[in-house]
């Protein structure tokens, strides 16, 4: 259903944060939240960023979306020793506010290395300057990178990590196509070894059933992430 049928004065003062834990299986505690974009309507209904989109497009609104959840985030987590992850576009690089906005947020901010910005692999690949400086913008402020939306049938696996990032993301589905594509198997494996070498965090997201729970921790995997450990909530347990 979209919004646009359910709400007829949309703001974006109704889009909040919705937290989704990534866990760390090693020890069975949360390891990181992912912020996540959701409109709630005065029903209390909420809605997936997707369905959001035509409204905040329209709007011309997509900068302020981010910059509204980026501060909701910092500050449901300023008082919280918890890491966060927020998601950030191609469209959120070029902004040429973004970089200060970000800064003056965190000008009293405690410990912003608890932060860390999501970007999608295909933006930074095909993007590579822009990505680098984003990056060092970034890394000044002492919050890291984290690779998001990973194909691995679509881009060079090893060029990823040579990318200034602390962190990558692995669909769970490309995880078991694995199991019947030997290329992919040999290249994934390669992939974890050259990943823990270089200190680079792999995550496993998507993750839906226990069979794949057992899957990604056959392949070594330590952190996961998807509907199978929680769903995104409006609060932190």
């Known amino acids: 259903m979209q919004v646009s049928h359910v709400i007829r004065d949309f703001s974006l003062e109704q889009v909040v944060p919705y937290f989704q834990p990534i866990l760390d299986l090693h020890n069975n505690t949360v390891w990181r939240y992912e912020c996540l974009a959701r409109f709630i309507n005065i029903e209390q209904q909420s809605f997936v960023p997707t369905e959001l989109l035509y409204l905040v497009e329209r709007r011309h609104s997509k900068a302020k979306l981010t910059y509204n959840i980026f501060n909701g985030s910092a500050n449901y ?8 992850s927020i998601n950030l576009s191609l469209q959120d690089m070029l902004d040429p506010e973004m970089a200060e906005f970000v800064q003056n947020q965190l000008q009293d901010y405690p410990n912003p290395t608890r932060i860390s910005i999501e970007i999608a692999a295909k933006n930074a690949v095909e993007n ?110």
């Open 77 to 84: 987590f300023r008082y919280i020793n918890m890491a966060w």
């Open 128 to 237: 590579p300057q822009l990505f680098n400086e984003f990056a060092g913008l970034f890394k000044a402020l002492n919050i890291s990178l984290t690779l998001d939306q990973l194909d691995p049938f679509d881009v060079d696996l090893t060029h990823l990590l040579n990318l200034p990032v602390e962190a990558i993301k692995i669909s769970v589905r490309d995880i078991k196509k694995s199991q019947t594509d030997g290329v992919l198997s040999q290249a994934l494996q390669a992939f974890i070894l050259l990943a823990e070498q270089n200190q680079i965090t792999l995550i496993a997201e998507h993750l839906e059933q226990q069979n794949e729970l057992e899957l990604i921790q056959q392949w070594g995997f330590q952190y996961a992430q998807g509907f199978y450990i929680s769903l995104p909530k409006s609060e932190i347990e």
